[in-house]
């Protein structure tokens, strides 16, 4: 593809809303590319492609960058190992390993066990003779979460993809990895990166949302965040796990050009981080289950891609002994089957386990252990041979090396848990000379900038916020008095503190009332893998159930008279709303809960002025949005959430984020409005939206969305300047699109500058225009900064099964905006098939 014209078209200038300088990163190029983030600076290399970007009349622009400190990421070695320099290459050391190993010993550790010490949420024991050590397993990604003791609890990924800021989605996966080093774990289950294609997923909190390239942008970042502590990250679930209804055996017909231009992508950039792991879905593609998919995990993820660490399943998620052998898993977990697991014992007594009605799970989950006698059995009838076996325990003993576990002894391990699981709120080290810490300073500051970053300001009418110190405000909801710490299930993270935001405003606030507005149903449903309450509650996973509905129509009456009575004498009225997700179920309408809707209508109907703070994982339908003033989405805050709040509300800082999804204003607004789509038919979800997810279908459609893709304002305003594009001078294989962002107003921000491609006239189907690179700029008063995107090759391709990537011949629209629908500037470039 050859660029002949760079053409740029009228841009228009104006207010808009608001961290870190950040360029696109290009990740399909073999020439060196920098991406500018926060502060640094960093040069990474890329497979070169054959086919040029060039321009015929380059524009001759020398532009001033903000310059910043060469920044190299810590190796993946633990502080506390010494490598002996002496000692074989890496090579060497797995092969004489694995010559020395007895085929019952390489049996061994290809399939998890239970922890002796009770903490990891898996475990491969050690194999001594030879010197290969335990390796322990733990949940994330909003925070570490072993199977007892607390972690600091980070904002949700949904929220992390809404702050637009890759290099903070680093920080966070970096300081979740050392509370992990203190407890002793080797692998973090983290990050998932699934696109929130159903905006009814019951785990969209847990992902990065409906784009790719922000999804792989994030992605990419946590990784390297997470490895750079010294721990293996694992990219999740390997794929097409986009909904929890039947995700235990769910089909998802999905078209190739699909999953690799949508479904792929962010998987695909965290293997080219050097991700260790990769964790397989529940679910079926194209009706064959993901660890038995022999295709997406030799031929794709390792065989094209590269990938050199090593495939584990989910959770009893092994389909078979012989096919999963085959296709590519290498490591099955937990290995044992569910009765013999800490989990079984959550399950009431008298209760056999096995005749209990997991919601689609225990018969689809078989009962584990099916890669322990098994795969013996199959190794002695000549169904596997013993070079697929040599070749999982080279991938497990490769990844194990490089991250220096190899140096360790056997299980040795030095007693940090015990220290770790201090309830005093000092600052929490193991104090033996590793560099695993939990509870700091650094982490709990971390947790309440992810919280204000992530949170996108939807509507201000008329300035509403910030308020003013001494306003008083009338503070409803049900659960106002709780810190929203994340979803249910095996993301769940137990802080050692939190702050609600009844804590948070109270400590701001001139003069604060807080009415409940509804009463919730008192008591809980704890839960343990699989603890079933008297009734239809089941859940899998661990997490705390609660329900917002009413306990009785009086209750529920003086209730909201009393929340009314608190908004009409405020100066305003600040009501907190919710929805509670989890694991293992979706949502089953998109309106709030309960009475929550009814709640809003009647305070904004008697307040001065309302400000509605949603605490969802997605978009939830608003009957009342006209007759409130300001809506502030902050997600699943984690542990920080009052205190981030207050901060907001009162003009502290901006709220720095964008949506990272499209919010619809009903269910059928989506793609997967229709049965056969969500959550299917006959065990079958038809993806025949193709490529046309999130945005890109609302715009193929003509629907106008109730806040697009992108969107989100800020206390301040921001004048964009005229684009200008240019080739990087890397070669002829890639341009680079410069905007000059000033803020007009009287207040710090963040701004974040949107760069969308589309074809003008497409040989086939193709998106009206697709993100594919973005830059986040915070600007003091009057500041002015260049915001820059390097586009590369794959900006302008669309995935052809026959021939690959592939980039047509003829115009493309580079357009710039504040979000999918509010574009502020557009440029044209045409190619050339050489």
Known sequence: MRVSALVARSFATGPSASVPWAANRCR????????????????????????????????????????????????????????????????????????????????????????????A????????????????????????????????????????????????AGQVGTAIAREARAYDQDVLLAPGVNIARVPHGGRNFEYYGEDPQLASRLAAEYVEGVQSAGVMATVKHFVANNQETDRYDVSATVSERALREIYLPAF?????????????????????????????????????????????????????????????????MPGVPFEETAAAEAVPEGIDPATIPFPDTLPAMHEGGLFGDPLSEALDAGDVDEATIDEKVRRLCRTMDRFGL????????????????????????????????????????????????GAVLLKNDDGTLPLGEEETIALCGPNADRAKLGGGGSSEVTPFAQVSPAEGLRERAGDLTFERGMVPITGSSLFDAFAPDEGDDERNGRGESSSDGPESGSDHETALENAITAAEAADCAVVVV???????????????????????????????????????????????????DALLQTWYPGQADGEALAAMLYGDTDPGGRLPITFGRVAADYPTASEEAFPGVDGEARY??????????????????????????????????????????????????????????????????????????????????????????????????????????????YYDPNDGWTVSPGTFTIAVGRSSRDIRGETSIETERE
């Open 28 to 119: 399909d190029f073999s020439t060196k590319s920098a991406s500018v983030i926060g502060s640094s600076l960093t040069v990474r290399e890329t497979p070169l492609s054959s086919v040029p970007l060039v321009s015929r009349s380059p524009v001759d622009h020398r532009r001033s960058r903000p310059a910043g400190p060469s920044v190299t990421l810590p190796g993946v070695l633990p502080a506390h190992v010494t490598r002996d320099e002496t000692a074989p290459t890496a090579t060497d050391r797995v092969e004489d390993l694995l010559a020395d190993l007895t085929i019952g010993e390489k049996l061994d550790l290809i399939h998890g066990a239970p922890d002796p010490e009770g903490v």
């Open 121 to 168: 949420t898996g475990y491969v024991p050690s194999i001594d003779r030879p010197g290969v050590p335990s390796l322990r397993l733990v949940d994330g990604p909003l925070g570490v979460r072993p199977e007892s003791g607390s972690a600091t609890a980070f904002p949700a990924s949904i929220s992390l993809a809404a702050s637009w800021n890759p290099s903070l």
């Open 268 to 332: 695909r950039a965290a293997v080219e981080s050097d991700v260790a792991a990769v964790m397989t879905a529940y679910n079926r593609v194209n009706g064959i289950h993901m660890s038995d998919h022999h295709r997406l995990l030799t031929e794709v993820l390792k065989g094209e891609w590269g990938f050199q660490g090593f495939v584990m399943s989910d959770w009893w998620g092994t389909e078979s002994t012989v096919e999963a052998a085959r296709a590519g898993l290498d490591l099955e």
């Open 406 to 453: 190899l140096d360790r002894q056997g299980d040795s391990r030095t007693g940090r848990t015990e220290r770790s699981n201090r309830s005093d709120r000092s600052e929490r080290s193991p104090g033996d000379g590793s560099d695993g810490e939990l509870d700091t300073s650094a982490h709990r500051d971390l947790a309440h900038r992810a919280a204000r970053e």
């Open 578 to 628: 919710q929805d509670d997700t989890t694991e293992s179920e979706d949502r089953s309408e998109l309106r709030l809960s309960g009475a929550q809707d009814d709640l809003v209508s009647r305070v904004a109907g008697a307040a001065e002025r309302t400000i509605v703070v949603c605490r969802t994982n997605g978009p939830i339908e608003m009957s009342w949005l006209d007759d409130v």
């Open 688 to 797: 025949d939206e193709g490529v046309f997810v999130g945005y890109r279908y609302f715009d193929y459609e003509g629907t106008e969305p109730l806040f697009p893709f992108g969107h989100g304002l800020s206390y301040t305003d921001f004048e964009h300047g005229d684009p200008v594009v240019e080739p990087t001078g890397h070669g002829d294989t890639e341009v680079e699109v410069t905007v000059p962002v000033r803020n007009v107003g009287d207040r710090p921000g963040s701004e974040v500058v949107q760069v969308y491609v589309g074809e003008d006239d497409p040989a086939l189907s193709r998106p009206e225009r697709e993100l594919k690179g973005f830059a986040k700029v915070h600007l003091e008063p009057g500041e002015r900064q260049e915001a820059s995107v390097t586009l590369d090759r794959e900006a302008f391709s």
